[in-house]
């Protein structure tokens, strides 16, 4: 070989590590590049395994890290080529025994969250097995905090390059996850100070059911005593849970318990979180207020019979005859009275509501025939105004106990909306139908829907749905959904709105079978 070829050999090879040198280097790059910017584990794992990905050929790379102060451990498992469960398991059993010989307090597999990818066969006629397989420990100072490992089923030898590559990846990851635990740990801290200040009791519950948050105003309102906070598998099962808790010592109090589930963008659950208020002087308030609501709708009752009565008189011809004028105006007053009864009548029913002293009595009844009962009441309104009333029954609904003049009031309330809120040329439908141990019922509009920021306060006492794009929508008293709810409640059924704005509305309750 001349001196001209030994040159343009050695220049190939300068320029082929030249160029695998760059490659390493970007990768580095950009693993540095886009791990300086993650503050969670699983995207940190996810930035980490990706890039081993492209230097290094495996069939699973897995990953190990002691996460929050070591009472939990996240491993992540890469499968990049399909594999059989059986190597996924050995894998993962060695990763955890290597990381268990490397630490001085080992983990336990109840503290490891599992996150899986890729493909898993059968094991059934496989013959596959690890042939070359090796690990780096990850440092957070001086601490080994975790592990990577890179395994195939194929005799690799890795070059010292990917080797050295692969060790310079392990360092910045130890570099980033001290960084994310100070970070974390940082942000944890300035959480703590803020839920302990907070006036608002806190307790919050992880993924297992196990108490993290149980701040000082949560402390003072129930003590030690997590069993008032009632059953964590219900809470689970329900999504969200609001009751109240009544407490005598050290003196009588009643906290306000909210609790609801946390997930994360995948749906998985993080825990359980409860925030506790003492509502007793609001509970007080709304009594005085139920009281005197209560009190005041009877005594108005009297004088206002009263007045009917002296205007049926005058209406009948006993004080003499009337003229027409005469008539018209005792007519509008009459109705006026009639408006009043009925706003009266409507207040002293959701004071029994709140106070639980309704009356309902059950009786085994067909709903079918409550309904088109009320269909019937509405038929001749519906029609002046350019509105088609229908009906939608099921065939098999069977006989349940409810009280018929109650779910009648609820009936008329509901059908009576829809009739006021849809415009002519519009369509009001009344469903029913068996649906498991309940049999539900819908009454369904096309009228002007109601607006998104309405929907979750539309059963509180006295709201009114905002005016909708300024049209002018009859107004009532604000109770008679409330009341509707009040009912249906102590039936034990539920009652729910849907609605879509310009679209119309669909508001559905159940009775138990």
């Not at 050290?250 to 208020?277: F, H, T, W």
Request: with cysteine; aromatic share 6%.
């Amino acid at each position: 070989m001349t001196n001209i070829d030994t040159l343009v050999e050695e220049n190939k090879r300068l320029a082929q590590e030249l160029k695998q040198r760059l490659f390493e280097l970007s990768i580095l790059y950009d693993i540095t590049n886009s791990i300086s910017y993650t503050l969670n584990y699983d995207d940190f794992l996810r930035i980490i395994m990706n890039s081993l990905n492209k230097f290094l050929d495996y069939d699973i790379c897995t990953s190990l890290i002691i996460l929050e102060e070591e009472k939990k451990a996240k491993m992540c498992i890469h499968i990049a080529h399909s594999l059989p469960i059986r190597i996924v398991e050995e894998i993962k059993r060695k990763v955890i025994n290597t990381l268990r010989s490397l630490r001085a307090k080992p983990i336990t597999e109840d503290q490891i969250t599992l996150d899986l990818k890729g493909d898993i066969l059968n094991d059934e006629g496989s013959y596959q097995n690890i042939k070359s397989s090796f690990d780096v420990p990850l440092f957070a100072g001086d601490k080994v905090v975790g592990l990577l490992n890179v395994a195939s089923t194929k005799d690799i030898a890795y070059s010292d390059n990917e080797i050295k590559l692969f060790y310079t990846l392990a360092t910045q990851a130890s570099f980033s996850i001290e960084k994310l635990q100070a970070v974390l740990a940082g942000e944890k801290s300035k959480m703590k100070v803020m839920v302990e200040g907070m006036s608002e009791g806190v307790v919050m519950f992880d993924e297992q059911d196990k108490l993290v948050i149980f701040n000082a105003a949560a402390r003072e309102m129930i003590g030690e005593n997590l069993d008032l906070l009632g059953s964590l598998e219900e809470i689970r099962k329900v999504q969200k849970k609001s009751f109240d808790i009544h407490l005598d010592k050290p003196y009588p109090r009643i906290i306000n318990s909210q609790a609801m589930c946390i997930k994360d963008d995948e749906g998985k659950s993080l825990g359980i979180v409860i925030l506790l208020k003492d509502v007793t002087r609001e509970r007080e308030i709304d009594q005085m207020k139920s009281d005197f609501i209560s009190v005041v709708s009877h005594e108005l009752r009297t004088p206002l019979t009263a007045l009917k009565g002296a205007i049926d008189n005058l209406l009948d011809g006993i004080a003499g005859e009337l003229n027409q004028i005469q008539k018209e105006c005792l007519l509008v007053s009459k109705r006026n009275i009639d408006r009043l009864n009925r706003m009266i009548s409507e207040l002293l029913d959701i004071s029994r509501i709140e106070a639980g002293k309704i009356q309902i009595n059950k009786q085994p009844t067909d709903i079918t025939g409550l309904i088109n009962e009320v269909l019937r009441l509405f038929q001749d309104m519906a029609e002046a105004s350019g509105i088609i009333l229908g009906a939608e029954i099921a065939s098999d609904l069977p006989k349940i106990n409810l009280d018929p003049d109650k779910i009648t009031q609820v009936l008329t309330n509901l059908v009576g909306n829809a009739v006021k809120f849809t415009p002519a040329g519009g369509r009001i439908t009344v469903r029913a139908g068996v649906l498991k141990d309940f049999i539900q019922v819908d009454v369904i509009d096309t009228g002007l829907g109601i607006p998104h920021q309405d929907l979750e306060k539309i059963f509180d006492k006295f709201y009114q749905v905002s005016r909708l794009g300024g049209s002018r929508t009859p107004k009532g008293t604000g109770l008679g959904l409330p009341i509707c709810k009040g009912i249906v409640e102590r039936h034990g059924g539920r009652i729910w709105v849907e609605s879509e704005l310009g679209k119309g509305s669909k508001f559905s309750f159940t009775l138990p079978i």
